[in-house]
């Protein structure tokens, strides 16, 4: 399983101050999938991708990617270039630079926090922004300052400019909070589009946009797997029902 999984975990704890965050959690990813994981408040979901992108360290367990690279022993930085790709909650743009600026500097910017300056770019460059645009649903607006976005197309934004570094994996969390119902219904189809040539792990709260998604789910509660399979058949699971969907 190891070598043929994008991700593996297996066995990963986490202690905070004596209570376990994560505990024995194990899972994986296969190459090219996208996985839905879902999970009531403080079942471990934030604490699952600090560990894989190294922002926390595991008391105990394995996690690797690609087969061979143990994550445990690289940092932040490092796992951003080894090709994990993290999109946070809150949407973190260029305000003052276009949209169009934004997948640049994204594009020019070696891989994890951005930090070049702009310079002139190639036309294969123009090709890819393009590209890009037209992914993230943006050719439309890409002349706009980042700052006139809406909440949703600012997410997008920020997808867009993640893609642009070429990840192997996107790790995205919750982009479904405070969209409207429409972006919502977008965003899914754009994760399937990414979906396409990316793994993606996707942890969100609203059903309906996981079930759009028709992925695997994994249900986490108290730092490990409760359930895992088709929407329907966790929903199915008297445990998931009673920790979480029956909320
Ligand atoms: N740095 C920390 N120090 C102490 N406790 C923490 C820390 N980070 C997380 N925890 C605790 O670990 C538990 C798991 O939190 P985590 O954020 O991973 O859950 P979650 O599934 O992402 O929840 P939510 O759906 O609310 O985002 C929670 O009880 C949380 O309070």
């Not at 260029?94 to 190639?122: C, M, Q, W, Y």
């Amino acid at each position: 399983m190891k070598a043929t999984s994008l991700l593996y975990l297996d066995g990963v704890s986490v202690t905070f101050d004596g209570f376990k965050a994560l505990n024995e959690l194990s899972l994986t990813i296969a190459p090219g999938e996208m996985r839905a994981i879902i999970g009531p408040n403080g079942a471990g979901k934030t604490t699952m991708m600090d560990v894989i992108t190294g922002k926390t360290k595991p008391d105990r367990g394995e996690i690797y990617f690609d087969g061979a690279i143990d994550l445990t022993g690289e940092d932040e930085a490092s796992i951003a270039e080894i090709g994990i790709g993290r999109k946070f909650q809150k949407p973190t743009v260029f305000e003052s630079h276009t949209v169009r600026d934004n997948l640049e500097l994204a594009l020019k910017a070696p891989r994890g926090p951005f930090a070049t300056l702009f310079h002139v770019i190639s036309g294969g460059e123009t090709k890819r922004i393009d590209d890009l645009l037209g992914l993230i649903r943006l050719s439309d607006r890409k002349h706009e300052l980042a700052a006139n976005l809406s909440h949703g197309q600012k997410q997008w934004l920020e997808i867009g400019m993640l893609l642009a570094q070429d990840p192997k994996l996107l790790l995205v969390d919750e982009p479904a909070a405070g969209m409207t119902d429409a972006e919502t219904a977008e965003t899914a189809e754009l994760l399937k589009d990414i979906a396409q040539d990316h793994s993606v792990v996707v942890v969100e709260h609203d059903m309906e946009f996981v079930r759009s998604l028709s992925v695997k789910v994994t249900v986490l509660h108290e730092g490990s797997v409760l359930a895992e399979g088709s929407l329907d058949h966790v929903s199915a699971n008297e445990r998931v029902v009673e920790v979480y969907l029956g909320r």
